[in-house]
């Protein structure tokens, strides 16, 4: 039974398996709507992964409308670029956007309608147009809107903000933001603030079926991609191995693998990040065994047990359903830990060193077996 097994390449089994997951996941779509220069572009950039507004792909859609997507990145993003509510637009630009919401609408499957529009307004113009209350009004009826205050800092804005809330405009929350850094004098800086309230109440309204796809592509709330993905890597454990879960033979250990690289996959998923060949070769290598080593699985297994207190000797050679709780829920919590440091740093713009990964990747799970 373990001949089969032993020739599984894990790394190629690992980045097969995240392919799948990645493919499974729906994208999520947001229209964010603004006049040009309110800040839509900086918003988008800080908020999801790979500076989407820069680097996506910005397929025009309609004259004032273009759809963001890219590869890898389960969200598309239809954005306003350089609208101007100019009296003789105005009815074109309404029809568009309003046309583009009933088509998705139309389609009758709520995993392709618009999920959530961002209204943004720059608290700086302290100013909002009757159009725009008309807009979010209408718009509205079909879609969740939050409207979002942007370059939102200073007493002013604050007092436009407490203005537009009691306005009691038909939005599911205001949120106001500082996307980006803003120097106001070499000693007086406004960092950013206000993009993990915005991704929070976002997450609240979007449908079940496209919040896996959300986390992901944001950048701003690593904690709640661990949260999800330690919810989420219970939940399988308890599934896979508590009751009715068949013993295994000492000597077949290495089916535990498969799945726990399938785990490792999903985690990942939940997580978004964009890692190598190199990357990923050094975490699974220290966490289930390089690929194609013989034995990996009964290997590995027998050498970590010896890390566990008490787990040392088993009764009948078998690994029970506790003892595969218990190494895979390690495994788990110190993937999503590593997963947490690499997140931090690609999101930085940072490279990552793929034996450095690999070190810490080793010495966290050996400590969190420990435990
Ligand atoms: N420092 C700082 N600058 C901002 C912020 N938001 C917008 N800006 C500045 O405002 C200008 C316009 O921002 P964009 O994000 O390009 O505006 P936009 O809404 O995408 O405009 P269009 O694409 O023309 O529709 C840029 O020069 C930004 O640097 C912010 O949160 N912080
Ligand atoms: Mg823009």
Redesign the pocket.
């Known amino acids: 039974m373990t001949t089969t097994k032993n020739t599984i390449d894990f790394v190629d089994d690992f980045i097969n398996k995240l392919k799948n997951e990645n493919e499974k996941l729906k994208p999520v779509n947001i229209m964010i709507i ?1 006049k ?8 988008i950039n800080n908020v999801f992964r790979e500076k989407l507004a820069e680097t996506g792909m910005g397929e025009p859609v309609t004259q004032h409308l273009r759809k963001i997507s890219k590869k890898g990145i389960p969200i598309n993003i239809y954005d ?4 101007e509510l100019k009296s003789e637009t105005q009815e074109e630009i309404t029809e568009e956007i309003e046309g583009k919401i009933e088509e998705l609408y139309l389609s009758r499957n709520e995993e392709d309608y618009i999920h959530v529009i961002w209204y ?1 307004i720059n608290a700086q113009s302290k100013r909002i147009e009757d159009l725009e209350i008309e807009l979010m009004t209408k718009f509205s009826k079909k879609v969740p809107v939050i409207l979002v205050l ?2 939102c800092y200073g007493k002013d804005a604050k007092e436009f903000k407490n203005l537009l809330e009691n306005k009691n405009l038909n939005v599911k929350a205001v949120q106001a933001v ?5 120097e106001i004098d070499e000693d007086i800086i406004i960092k950013p603030n206000g993009l993990i309230e915005l991704v929070d109440r976002t997450y609240q309204i979007l449908p079940e079926a496209v919040k896996k796809s959300f986390t992901n592509a944001q950048k701003v709330n690593i904690d709640k991609k661990a949260e999800d993905a330690l919810a989420w890597s219970t939940a399988y454990i308890t599934g896979s191995f508590g009751a009715g879960f068949t013993p295994i033979p000492f000597s077949d250990a290495a089916v535990l693998v498969p799945m726990q690289v399938g785990m490792l996959a999903h985690i990942t998923t939940i997580f978004g990040v964009s890692l190598n060949k190199s990357i990923i070769s050094g975490i699974v290598g220290s966490l289930v065994g390089s690929g194609g080593a013989a034995m990996a699985g009964r290997y590995i297994v027998s050498n970590l047990l010896k890390f566990i207190p008490g787990v040392g000797t088993f009764v009948g050679g078998v690994i029970s359903g506790g003892t595969a709780s218990i190494l895979t829920t390690a495994l788990a919590v110190s993937y999503i830990e590593v997963m947490k440091k690499v997140a931090e740093s690609e999101y930085k713009g940072k490279s990552i060193d793929a034996e450095e990964i690999a070190k810490m990747t080793k010495d966290i799970y050996e400590k969190e077996l420990k435990s």
């Open positions: 603004g040009t220069g309110v800040g839509k572009s900086t918003l306003t670029k350089g609208l943004c942007t370059q500082v996307a980006e850094e803003v």
